[in-house]
């Protein structure tokens, strides 16, 4: 098997800068040109079709992300753009390169901008979505100047989990409902307007010790300064993340069905990813797609979805308070949560799960009194009121927004 896998690939030269693709890795199988671009000096491949340019130059927001797993042992990483379109990220260009500076990306961005130059078609996105890599953002500030870099939150969240982790604050995480529930909220400080952004964080900062109080210090340094903090604010930003992006990579990465395919082998797959992206490309340039075409929106997606959309309005109209719009995306997770200390396991069996979602139903449909469902501590009553006593004070001209935010800070919770 092994020798009839090496018949059918050319033998790759013993040095990268002397490769030479072979005509049916630079095409597509309708026989359109995919090799963007090759440089034998940076070791580098960039995959598009013309069709795929003018795809990017047609839509305003931009995904990019790299991949690794699947990368052939000569590069470090398969980077990708995909534009959003009707809802759905299409890739749009691959490139294996084998390093992740500042020249490379330019490189490849250039190499892009040529390209749609001699498509006469321009690239001029208005909102690019990416990691927090330190050297492809100020690439893309300097080739794309127009464009807004809009930092992925799913990464943002990703790593503050692993500050998390490094400071020793998982047991404590996963044990004290009010150190979960602080960090949970000090993430959620991103759906808040740029300028709330830093009360936000004092608030949930007030009273820390130990190693939470060293999370918020890593917190100040590192997210929140001038230059980072626009970029992982996600205020009224309806596209949030690269998760779509990112599932793009884990199918491609489940089609490959190995860590570190042979480069003739990622090609292929390549190859057969590009054509089946060519009819959707050609729907959406001539206009005949519609979102329904693209992708099912998820129903727990577009819940989220509105509900931010309702707690940003609330909270900007005076509707609802900061200490209260922050841990407004809780509480339905809280509700998995108890179902699964309640099932006691990992995949219950069919009946058992509907066993449990019917006793679940049965408690919802008995009309129980408000103490029923919830039973409300002195304590936390006795802070709503004073939440409602500071608010009428402040909106009423008679407490300053400083002794507003004082009073706040006294109630927000205490560390354990």
């Known amino acids: 098997m092994y020798k009839q896998r090496v018949k059918r690939f050319p033998r790759l030269p013993r040095d990268r800068q002397d490769l030479v693709l072979a005509n049916e890795f630079t095409r597509t199988k309708s026989g359109k040109a995919f090799l963007l671009t090759q440089s034998a000096s940076k070791y580098i491949l960039i995959f598009s079709t013309a069709g795929s340019i003018k795809l990017l130059a047609a839509m305003k927001t931009w995904g990019m ?38 020249g490379t990306y330019g490189f490849k961005s250039q190499a892009l901008i040529s390209r749609a130059a001699a498509l006469e078609v321009d690239l001029n996105p208005d909102t690019i979505i990416c990691d927090f890599e330190t050297a492809l953002i100020p690439a ?46 000090l993430l959620a400080t991103a759906f808040l307007p740029v300028p709330h952004v830093n009360t936000g964080v004092s608030l949930l900062e007030a009273g820390t010790t130990g190693t939470l109080a060293a999370l918020f210090q890593y917190f100040w340094q590192e997210w929140m300064t001038d230059e980072r903090l626009p970029l ?23 089609k490959a069905g190995k860590s570190h395919n042979g480069l003739y082998e990622l090609l292929q797959l390549l190859i057969a990813e590009q054509g089946v992206m060519d009819t959707l490309i ?8 519609t979102v329904g075409d693209l992708r099912r929106v998820n129903r727990v997606y577009a819940q989220k979805q509105r509900r931010v959309a309702q707690y940003t309005g609330e909270y900007t109209n005076g509707r609802r308070l900061l200490l209260l719009f922050l841990p407004g995306g809780t509480y339905l997770e809280g509700w998995h949560n108890r ?25 919802l449909t008995r009309n129980p009194a408000a103490g029923s469902i919830r039973q409300i501590s002195s304590r936390y009553a006795e802070r709503q009121q004073r939440v409602m006593i500071n608010t009428r004070e402040c909106t009423s001209s008679r407490r300053t927004l400083e002794r507003f935010l004082k009073a706040l800070m006294c109630l927000t919770l205490k560390p354990i």
């Open 140 to 185: 893309i500030q300097g080739y794309f100047p127009n464009a807004q870099v809009q930092g992925c939150y799913f990464h943002f969240c990703q790593a503050v989990h692993r500050k998390v982790g490094e400071l020793g604050l998982k047991t404590q995480y996963r044990q004290h409902e009010e150190t979960r529930r602080k960090i949970r909220m």
């Open 65 to 102: 992300d790299g991949t690794f797993k699947v990368v052939p042992y000569w590069y470090e990483q398969l980077f990708t753009i995909h534009a959003f379109a009707a809802g759905k990220l299409v890739p749009a260009v691959c490139c294996l390169c084998t390093d992740k500076d500042i």
């Open 282 to 289: 050609q729907q959406v340039l001539s206009g005949n797609v």
């Open 232 to 254: 992982w604010n996600v205020y009224n930003v309806n596209i949030r993340t690269n998760n779509h992006l990112e599932g793009w990579h884990n199918r491609l990465n489940r």
């Open 339 to 363: 179902l699964n200390k309640k099932a006691g396991g990992n995949k219950l069996r069919l009946y058992k799960l509907l066993y449990l979602l019917k006793e679940e139903q049965g408690l």
